[in-house]
């Protein structure tokens, strides 16, 4: 199937914790973003990706560091995670700026 | 400031009966305007990009509309298959979506 991939689908995990997230697309797309939505599900942009450079780095902590080893993956390193990261992260990707595609999310719950 | 709003936040409806959905937006320099689809736990489904004021996406019973400030989302006879959240999003600089909050629709049979 031709999709963006995510895995874990879910993380529960202690506070102060480092967690990684993976995405992977099998699109063709040269564009890769990561999004948070919160417990409103209002979804926010974080990172995005093009041809492996960074081109969109929201306010996000420092402790959120995208990295993408080519240009089918962006995967997302956290932390000393927080209770506030708790949330659905979303990886998606697109054809330089169109439409982008969301994968299945990843729900990360912080203890 | 780019902003998305959506309304209602939420809308319960009975089978066959008919209605519309809001997305309100303001940004600098519109891209274009993105419609998706989400269900619970899962993903944001692609439906509609509208691109200039006046143009008109239609998918089975679902209608999208943009004028200069809004967007609609017609929703023509719904069956309960059509409950999901209604996620509305415009294209920034760089590529960026902005997102609304979404409309919860319940559709009942």
């Known amino acids: 199937d031709t999709a963006v991939s995510q895995t874990p689908k879910y993380l529960v995990t202690q506070m102060g914790n480092d967690k990684s997230i993976k995405c992977e697309q099998n699109?063709?797309?040269?564009?890769m973003y990561w999004y948070k939505q919160d417990s409103k599900k209002f979804l926010k942009i974080m990172f995005s990706y093009n041809n492996k450079e960074l081109i969109i780095n929201e306010t996000v902590p420092n402790r959120f560091s995208p990295k993408s080893p080519d240009k089918a993956h962006l995967n997302l390193h956290i932390n000393s995670l927080e209770l506030g990261d708790s949330a659905v992260y979303f990886c998606?990707?697109?054809?330089?700026?169109?439409?982008?595609?969301f994968g299945p999310g990843t729900r990360l719950t912080v203890l | 400031e780019d902003q998305v709003t959506q309304s209602p936040e939420a809308l319960r409806l009975q089978e066959g009966e008919s209605s519309s959905l809001n997305c309100s937006y303001t940004?600098?320099?519109?891209?274009?305007l993105f419609w998706y689809r989400q269900d619970p736990g899962k993903g944001p489904e692609f439906l509609f990009t509208?691109?200039?004021a006046g143009e008109e996406k239609e998918k089975e019973r679902l209608k999208a509309t943009l004028t200069k400030k809004e967007s609609f989302l017609h929703i023509t006879a719904p069956k309960p298959e059509d409950s999901a959240t209604y996620l509305c999003?415009?294209?920034?600089?760089?590529?960026?979506?902005?997102f609304g909050q979404g409309t919860e629709l319940s559709v009942k049979p």
């Open positions: 509208l691109y200039s």
């Open positions: 998606a990707s697109s054809a330089g700026l169109a439409v982008p595609f």
């Open positions: 999003a415009v294209q920034a600089e760089g590529g960026k979506l902005i």
């Open positions: 940004v600098s320099g519109l891209r274009g």
């Open positions: 699109l063709g797309h040269d564009t």
